[in-house]
T-cell receptor
Framework: RKEVEQDPGPFNVPEGATVAFNCTYS??????FFWYRQDCRKEPKLLMS???SGNEDGRFTAQLNRASQYISLLIRDSKLSDSATYLC????????????FGTGTRLQVTL | DAEITQSPRHKITETGRQVTLACHQT?????MFWYRQDLGHGLRLIHY???????NKGEVSDGYSVSRSNTEDLPLTLESAASSQTSVYFC???????????FGPGTRLTVL
């Protein structure tokens, strides 16, 4: 089983739609979580951190479910400019401390 | 403004040649990282450094080396380029070891 798994998509949604992505992780001791956004042929950039209580940033909501070992990203009122690949990142701060990136979920928002 | 740059942005080389990719950051971050990104694998960590003179192997370090002689730079060297090392290479830096990482624009390397 991969350490961090994401549905690769693509998710094709119309403008204005709500879309949700999930990401599962295998290490129950994982401490921190992020969502990054990567545009085609560009570098990844931080979209938002994921906090235990869940957090919201405008149209974006991130949730963490430690019991089931997954994090989610909800995008409301999708815009054309949201089209990108969304990378889930899991941080393990134990003896093998590292960040592990998922392979990403591609979102295409259409008119 | 602080930034992180990579050079060259594109490189074509031949099997067996030594290649060095440059990474320079002006954030004054202690932590720097090298990743490669391939279809189906996502970002994989090659080497990382938590400070000057500190270097560590990541999950795909074979055939690569780094050195950290100052805070700003972490060059990545491919000792003897192989076709399997054709990839997009990203350098990143962060303030804290597990904080947000800021990525450079990437280097697209082709080994023929």
């Amino acid at each position: 089983r991969k350490e961090v798994e994401q549905d690769p998509g693509p998710f094709n949604v119309p403008e204005g739609a709500t879309v949700a992505f999930n990401c599962t992780y295998s290490n129950s001791a994982s401490q921190s979580f992020f969502w990054y956004r990567q545009d085609c042929r560009k570098e990844p950039k931080l979209l938002m951190s994921v906090y235990s209580s869940g957090n919201e940033d405008g149209r974006f909501t991130a949730q963490l479910n430690r019991a089931s070992q997954y994090i989610s990203l909800l995008i409301r009122d999708s815009k054309l400019s949201d089209s990108a690949t969304y990378l889930c990142v899991v941080v393990d701060t134990g003896t093998a401390s590292k960040l592990t990136f998922g392979t990403g979920t591609r979102l295409q928002v259409t008119l | 403004d602080a930034e992180i740059t990579q050079s060259p942005r594109h490189k074509i080389t031949e099997t067996g040649r030594q290649v060095t990719l440059a990474c320079h950051q002006t954030w004054n971050h202690n932590n720097m990282f090298w990743y490669r990104q391939d279809l189906g694998h996502g970002l994989r960590l090659i080497h990382y450094s938590y400070g000057v003179q500190d270097t560590n192997k990541g999950e795909v370090s074979d055939g690569y080396s780094v050195s950290r002689s100052n805070t700003e730079d972490l060059p990545l060297t491919l000792e003897s380029a192989a076709s399997s090392q054709t990839s997009v290479y990203f350098c990143a830096s962060s303030h804290g070891r597990f904080d947000e990482q800021f990525f450079g624009p990437g280097t697209r390397l082709t080994v023929l």
